[in-house]
């Protein structure tokens, strides 16, 4: 990754270390880029979520783009996953999502989004880059009949909840659900789905001041879902991050369903149905144990990837499978969008439950999450630290004598000097002992700072 860009954008705290002179540079360069490479005046979307710093970066990215003779047409508040969905079935040329997902409302971040509704390219986010560094040539500014214009570009929106309303194969009729939007981009959307699908919703966290999204609540914060699926005896409860590109859902007993086991229930339910493509789910590596486990016993198959929605896409586009993800909620249903959708999994979510006739609970009965542990240490150097053959040694130890109850994972932190220490085993203190014995070996080998 750059020194701006990560896996999932360009992300900071607003105004610190992504400012509004970052978001109008990246508008410049895009403006010029899009325009000079298809020799035309280059069509973009810009999407954003509801931190009060979104309004600010959405106008400094306008200006740019327009300054640089692009036209740009805008979403305003609305979903990630819907700006990828617009920008590839209304031909624009890319696309720019103005969320940091999940973090706290004074962090922000710039998304970027190629034609076919995919993340950017890492070669023109190399050029975006060097752009913003001052290692490219300045842009010229636009002219005359050559400047840009904005447009106001709700329409899109709304064809985007059309589409998500035509998926659902039944009505939600009789069906009481919980929403939880984080405050966030959701706030209106999922709603407006769920009504008219003819569910009877519960919404929680719909109501965004600029400073309260994923404020104790969505996808990081079920706690307040789970008390409302509770108290209002509701058949299950969907909440959302901050742009809505992941879900994690509550059964009707309050008991948490996260993105395994959501993996599971419907691959399973897609694999009954001859849907699901080579037979395989696509995973990180920080999926749980017990997953792999209950996959193995449906006789599905599984590839794991390095952690990020990123890593995941890229294998499925490559090897045509049909749905991935990861723990945290971002799943991936590759026939109908091309990036992780919160609203779309969950109407992919009550499909299974609507036909199958079963609660959430019995659907993902057969998973059974396996106690974890994760520890970080922070380290001189992260290859030094992973490659010692001491380390080497411990960490194999443990993976043998865990044997097929449990595993171990070692990895690197990809934004900070951390060795990350995972273990998963029939027991806490088994995960505990295990972990702690390797963070041992590390610190005598004189790799801890």
């Given at each position: ?41 280059a069509r973009v979307l810009i999407g954003k979520d509801t931190r009060r710093s979104s309004y600010m970066l959405e106008d400094a990215l ?92 709700a329409a899109g929106r709304n064809r985007y909840v059309g589409y998500l309303i035509s998926l659902a194969t039944r009505s939600y009729r ?157 799943i991936i249903f590759s026939q109908y969008a091309t990036t992780g959708d919160g609203i779309l999994t969950a109407i992919k979510v009550m ?99």
């Amino acid at each position: 990754m750059g020194r701006y860009f990560g896996t999932d954008g360009f992300r900071g705290e607003a105004n610190v270390n992504l400012t509004v002179e970052h978001a109008y540079r990246v508008g410049r360069f895009l403006g010029w880029y899009y325009g000079k490479r298809l020799n035309k005046k280059a069509r973009v979307l810009i999407g954003k979520d509801t931190r009060r710093s979104s309004y600010m970066l959405e106008d400094a990215l306008s200006c740019g783009l327009t300054a640089s003779g692009a036209d740009v047409c805008l979403l305003h508040v609305t979903t990630t996953p819907s700006v990828a969905y617009v920008t590839r079935t209304e031909d624009f040329d890319c696309g720019v999502m103005i969320s940091a997902s999940h973090n706290p409302y004074y962090d922000n971040g710039i998304k970027l989004i190629n034609e076919r509704g995919e993340k950017m390219e890492q070669e023109t986010i190399d050029q975006v880059e060097a752009y913003l560094d001052g290692e490219h040539e300045e842009v010229p500014y636009a002219v005359r009949d050559e400047l840009g214009s904005t447009y106001d570009y709700a329409a899109g929106r709304n064809r985007y909840v059309g589409y998500l309303i035509s998926l659902a194969t039944r009505s939600y009729r009789g069906m009481r659900v919980g929403l939880d939007c984080a405050n966030g981009s959701s706030w209106m959307i999922a709603k407006n789905v769920f009504n008219a699908l003819g569910a009877k919703t519960y919404v929680i966290h719909d109501e965004p001041d600029g400073l309260n999204i994923n404020l104790d609540c969505g996808s990081t914060h079920v706690e307040s879902l789970r008390e409302l699926v509770l108290s209002e005896h509701l058949d299950i409860g969907f909440a959302f991050d901050g742009d809505a590109d992941r879900c994690i859902a509550v059964d009707e007993n309050g008991n948490v369903v996260d993105g395994d086991l959501i993996m599971y229930l419907c691959a399973a339910y897609m694999r009954e149905h001859g849907q699901l493509a080579n037979n395989t789910v696509v995973t990180t590596v920080m999926s749980n144990f017990g997953l792999y486990k209950a996959l193995d016993a449906a006789g599905i198959d599984y590839e794991k990837t390095a952690v990020g929605d990123k890593y995941v896409y890229e294998d499925m586009l490559a090897n045509g499978h049909r749905i991935g993800g990861e723990q945290s909620g971002h799943i991936i249903f590759s026939q109908y969008a091309t990036t992780g959708d919160g609203i779309l999994t969950a109407i992919k979510v009550m499909e299974a439950v609507l036909e199958k006739k079963m609660p959430l609970s019995e659907l993902v009965a057969p998973v059974r999450i396996y106690p974890q542990v994760l520890k970080n240490i922070r380290v001189r150097s992260k290859p030094e630290a992973q490659n010692d053959p001491v380390v080497q040694e411990a960490v194999q130890a443990v993976a043998e004598t865990l044997g097929d109850t449990g595993r171990i994972l070692v990895r690197e932190s990809g934004t900070e000097p951390l060795i990350r220490v995972m273990v998963e085993a029939e027991t806490l203190e088994e995960c505990e002992t295990h972990v702690e014995s390797v963070l041992k070996v590390i610190r005598a080998q004189g790799h801890a700072v």
